[in-house]
């Protein structure tokens, strides 16, 4: 269990930086991700994402705390990364976004979504 705490940590960590970059410095994180040049009225949106980030974020670090009672938490975590997984995997294999581009972070999606998923808490029965 205490390997699941600080994957948890560490996956809370990541989200909010995620989410921190996406709300103070939109364009920027784009440019470091090497994604083309946006619109100044797509930071909306992406502020709106960050705030998804940056909730996630904050309740990974709460779930580290007691992984068994968050459990659904986690696994909202898994279907989050399986959907990043998924939609890069479209997007490249479109040709939308090249494999240089989404690589990292379907590498990331994926051992993210892994691990929390092997690692998970059992589910708990009801008295």
């Known amino acids: 269990m205490q390997r699941l705490k600080y994957l948890l940590i560490i996956v809370g960590v990541i989200q909010l930086i995620l989410g921190g970059l996406y709300l103070l410095v939109p364009h920027q ?3 470091w991700m090497g994604q083309s040049p946006i619109a100044d009225d797509i930071a909306y949106p992406l502020g709106m994402l960050a705030a998804r980030f940056l909730v996630y974020g904050a309740l990974m670090v709460l779930a580290a705390r ?18 990043d997984l998924a939609v890069g995997g479209f997007y490249t294999l479109n040709g939308t976004v090249s494999l240089s581009l989404s690589a990292f972070p379907m590498f990331n999606a994926l ?7 092997w690692w998970r808490p059992a589910l708990q029965k009801a008295d």
């Open 111 to 117: 051992w993210i979504a892994t691990l929390l998923w």
């Open 29 to 31: 994180m784009l440019s």
């Open 66 to 83: 007691d992984p068994g009672r968050y459990r659904l938490l986690i696994l909202g975590m898994v279907v989050i990364q399986m959907l």
